[in-house]
T-cell receptor, first 117, second 112 residues
Framework: AQKVTQAQTEISVVEKEDVTLDCVYE???????LFWYKQPPSGELVFLIR??????QNEISGRYSWNFQKSTSSFNFTITASQVVDSAVYFC??????????????FGKGTKLSVKP | DAGVIQSPRHEVTEMGQEVTLRCKPI?????LFWYRQTMMRGLELLIY????????DSGMPEDRFSAKMPNASFSTLKIQPSEPRDSAVYFC??????????FGPGTRLTVL
């Protein structure tokens, strides 16, 4: 079975705090991709990052960083020095080739992040 | 650079009416996806196409839902007849091969 679990439904932090959003996935496939998307209050879905299952290097992009650990099937997302504009719902997603279903995304339920000034 | 275009952005209709949602993918992309987002079920895939051919429609809830992709630059999702439980935000997304999917702004559908 393929599944993405984001255990944190809502997180509230004060501006400038660091915050980590957790993502745990399940798949039987050995080749898969992991994604993070941001959905701000305006409603659109904004692509943040894609990672393939063979690349476990952590990635940093400005204040954003991602930690991929196959041993724990996790792909966590950290925002450093959070800002009010980071307030959004963040979705983790999985794309694998299990059962021939190539390309479609399996989304977690999302984590709503509120950053207060 | 035009992203994925969806129309209409908002649709309010009455139960029993036919609803057609439209999507123009990013030029050059060969995959097109239709998703639905509700509070109860989150984001779920309805159907996706590869090179205009439907590949997986197992997420389409009922026969009332149908999707077409007559060419590489246009797709429709039709609901006939619509019901209040179809109220949701419908997203179209496109990608090149298995790359990142880029989403349109969504169509907020309300069925009264």
């Amino acid at each position: 079975a393929q599944k993405v679990t984001q255990a944190q439904t809502e997180i509230s932090v004060v501006e400038k705090e660091d915050v980590t959003l957790d993502c745990v996935y399940e798949t039987r496939d050995t080749t898969y991709y992991l994604f993070w998307y941001k959905q701000p209050p305006s409603g659109e879905l904004v692509f943040l990052i894609r990672r393939n299952s063979f690349d476990e290097q952590n990635e940093i992009s400005g204040r954003y960083s991602w930690n991929f650990q196959k041993s724990t099937s996790s792909f966590n997302f950290t925002i450093t020095a959070s800002q009010v504009v980071d307030s959004a719902v963040y979705f983790c997603a999985l794309s694998s080739n299990y059962g021939g279903s190539q390309g479609n995304l399996i989304f977690g339920k999302g984590t709503k992040l509120s950053v207060k000034p | 650079d035009a992203g994925v275009i969806q129309s209409p952005r908002h649709e309010v209709t009455e139960m029993g009416q036919e609803v057609t949602l439209r999507c123009k993918p990013i030029s050059g992309h060969d995959y097109l996806f239709w998703y639905r987002q509700t509070m109860m079920r989150g984001l779920e895939l309805l159907i996706y196409f590869n090179n205009n051919v439907p590949i997986d429609d197992s997420g389409m809830p009922e026969d009332r839902f149908s999707a077409k992709m007559p060419n590489a630059s246009f797709s429709t999702l039709k609901i006939q007849p619509s019901e209040p439980r179809d109220s949701a935000v419908y997203f179209c997304a496109s990608s090149f091969r298995r790359g990142e999917q880029f989403f349109g702004p969504g169509t907020r559908l309300t069925v009264l």
